[in-house]
């Protein structure tokens, strides 16, 4: 660069340091210190000043912007990465004695020495480990086996409680262990979001936060909101302080002790929960312990239990190791949470298939960080198993679930004379007289042409993502099509017109607005409607939701029969001779083909331009015969690309190895399982570049 390039650019430089400091100090405040010092358009406006400048000068970008929040780096593959110290498990515990017993062995073992323990909660969450040089936060790794985990660095920048730059006075090569959990108001938003888009809800904050990480665009991991909750510091045997040399001596006698760590790091700008305890004896870690089985429902979100550590560190190397987890540490685990509350009725539901589900309907009770009034009641057998009547009063539990589920019956406050639950024997939608198969658990109402709830659940899944894929179409946006009278069925989709979607409303009973389409909006449904005629034929034939055929059987009929006409035509024998295709569910295919408003609807679906022929274009026969496993990470494909790679020239994937196995197909970091599997069997072992010659060949 020369000299009047580096004067021109001298003013973006000193405004992109200028902006990074004072968003920094923003972002600092609002959310270790909950406190606003500028307004959110005036942030918005920072933020987007900054940005711009960075996209005009990207060299001039700080590696740790704070443009890194919102996101937007794509990663297709999460690459593999050994872990400097071992992320190892603690043992845990759901008995107090064995707490008691912990305490006594390790004051046995350290006899004289003074020393205390730092209790703290144990986050149901997914642990990470962050390392920082020279202040700066420059790779995030998951758990993963505890030796090896995955890089979700771009990821982990956009958590708002991880910071990017460190503070004050801090090591200068070290590794911020903690969880990452998901605080409960934000998960129940997210959920009620996934409903409106037609996705399944999260079943509770872990697995929300756990597959958030593994999201490839961090733009969208930057709008689930997680939060980033330290408990660990981790240093190395010789270690240097760095940045502010003032604080170099407070934080060489902090790192004496763990809970001296953490406080030192709320210094350096990590967001420590003030739920930490330093205790002296067993009575003061049981009174812990106690107080939190009670409070931890008032807690923003969630934990399962109570981490004990011995708190000074030097004595950490005099109590060792067993060969999975410290001795200086253990975990009690709560026992799930159980209340008792009133069955007021029994309601039943419709699913997308016809299946009837009972529904308990209690009166409402604190569970779990949630008011909770409904649970499933599975089906008629569970009902009769629990003897659950008219009147009882309910045992319900939420563990480490957000689901809550009934577990028995508080016989104690059981009405005398209280009568069995009546199971229905008609649906409750469109009176059709049930069905129970022989063999099967529960009741299902047959009248699927004609009964609403299984017309707009066969709606949403035609729709979602992995059918059609047709975007802006949610639950409540099907159902007023459908209440309006514009969609009775998946074919009708394909007649909307812009002029019937616009200005489209529906209200709840309490009269606020649940759905609407505008311009934009109806523009949006009919360009994901017309982009749909696009999908291959097994996806369409996935997509018509008939019974027993799911996303794996829909493939391997599409790749057998070829052509719709040649699989509707086909006998229940013939079906049957389709690998994974047994004969209930032949029979089931058989009759859905054969009901003339089906061939009538397959009809309207093809004159709206839906593929129903096997598309050979981008199909070989090489592999014909062959059976691959996938293992490892890959460097030209994900491994949902190679493995839909490999099934696109004629070859089967397979989750496990066996003698059926013609290769494995292994990538880096393949499972060390798999690969003593292969060779005891003899299995050929082949990389990506032996996989792509062999194509060539």
């Not at 979700?152 to 090569?173: E, H, M, V």
């Not at 993502?465 to 209440?483: H, P």
């Not at 083909?593 to 026969?621: N, W």
Request: proline share 4%.
């Amino acid at each position: 660069m020369d000299l009047f390039s580096q004067i021109d650019i001298e003013p973006a430089r000193k405004r992109i340091d200028e902006l990074t400091r004072l968003i920094d100090q923003y972002n600092y405040e609002y959310y270790m210190n909950d406190r606003s010092l500028v307004s959110d358009f005036e942030f918005d406006k920072l933020l987007r000043e900054l940005t711009d400048l960075e996209r005009q000068y990207p060299e001039l970008a700080h590696p740790n912007s704070p443009t890194k929040r919102v996101g937007g780096e794509v990663n297709k593959t999460f690459r593999q990465v050994t872990h400097r110290f071992p992320m190892l498990s603690l043992g845990n515990t759901y008995s107090i004695e064995e707490i008691v017993d912990f305490e006594a062995r390790t004051r046995k073992l350290l006899g004289d020495i003074p020393f205390s323990y730092s209790c703290e909660l144990k986050y149901d969450g997914v642990a990470i480990g962050l390392t920082y040089r020279h202040g700066q936060l420059v790779q995030a790794v998951t758990r993963g086996n505890g030796a090896v985990g995955d890089d979700i660095t771009s990821n982990a920048r956009t958590i708002p409680t991880i910071p990017l730059k460190l503070r004050g006075c801090y090591p200068d090569d070290f590794e911020a262990r903690g969880e990452v959990v998901y605080p409960f108001d934000a998960f129940e938003a997210f959920n009620r979001q996934r409903e409106a888009d037609g996705d399944e809800p999260f079943a509770n904050p872990r697995n929300a936060a756990s597959g958030s990480l593994k999201l490839q665009d961090s733009a969208e991991c930057a709008k689930r909101k997680l939060q980033f909750c330290m408990y660990f510091m981790m240093l190395p045997s010789h270690w240097e302080a760095a940045g502010d040399p003032a604080g170099t001596t407070e934080l060489q006698q902090s790192a004496a002790t763990h809970s001296g760590r953490l406080q030192a790091a709320t210094r350096m700008g990590f967001k420590v929960q003030p739920y930490i305890k330093e205790c002296k004896d067993i009575d003061e870690i049981r009174a812990f312990i106690d107080y939190w089985d009670s409070e931890r429902w008032n807690l923003p979100f969630a934990i399962d239990g109570i981490v004990i550590k011995v708190n000074q560190v030097s004595l950490w190397d005099q109590l060792g190791l067993t060969a999975k987890s410290p001795r200086w540490a253990i975990a009690y685990k709560f026992k799930a949470q159980q209340v008792s509350t009133p069955l007021l009725s029994v309601s039943f539901q419709v699913g997308r298939t016809g299946v009837i589900t009972p529904v308990a309907n209690m009166q409402p009770v604190w569970l779990g960080g949630t008011t909770v009034k409904r649970a499933t009641l599975v089906n008629a057998d569970f009902i009769e198993k629990m003897d659950i009547r008219e009147g009882d009063s309910l045992l319900v539990e939420k563990g480490g679930e957000i689901i809550p589920k009934v577990v028995g019956v508080d016989l104690q406050k059981r009405q005398p004379g209280a009568r069995p639950i009546a199971y229905i024997t008609h649906c409750p939608e469109c009176g059709a007289r049930l069905v129970r198969a022989e063999g099967e658990a529960g009741h299902y109402c047959p009248n699927q042409d004609d009964c609403p709830p299984q017309i707009i659940g066969r709606l949403e899944h035609f729709v979602s993502r992995k059918a059609m894929n047709i975007d802006n179409l949610g639950s409540e946006r099907l159902e007023m099509l459908y209440q309006k009278g514009l969609v009775r069925d998946v074919a009708d989709l394909y007649s909307l017109s812009r002029e019937q979607l616009v200005g489209l409303e529906s209200y709840d009973s309490d009269g606020l607005r649940r759905a609407s389409i505008q311009d934009k909006g109806a523009d949006n449904i009919l360009a994901a409607i017309a982009q749909s005629r696009e999908v291959p034929f097994e996806r369409v034939l996935f997509a018509l939701g008939i019974r027993y055929v799911g996303e794996v059987g829909a493939k391997k009929l599409a790749r057998y029969f070829k052509h719709i006409d040649s699989l509707m035509a086909a006998s229940i024998e013939e079906l049957a001779t389709v690998e994974d295709v047994g004969e209930k569910t032949a029979a089931f295919i058989y009759d859905y083909f054969h009901d003339e408003r089906h061939q009538r609807l397959i009809e309207r679906l093809r004159q709206a331009g839906l593929k129903f022929t096997l598309s050979d274009l981008h199909i070989t026969h090489q592999l014909d015969g062959k059976t691959f496993v996938v293992s490892g990470v890959f460097s030209r494909f994900s491994r949902d690309e190679i493995k839909a790679h490999i099934e696109q020239h004629g070859g089967k994937v397979s989750g496990s190895i066996s003698g059926k196995t013609d290769y494995v197909l292994a990538g880096e970091k393949m499972g060390p399982e798999k690969l003593k599997k292969a060779e005891k069997l003899g299995v050929p072992i082949i990389s990506e570049e032996d996989y792509l010659r062999m194509l060539e060949s």
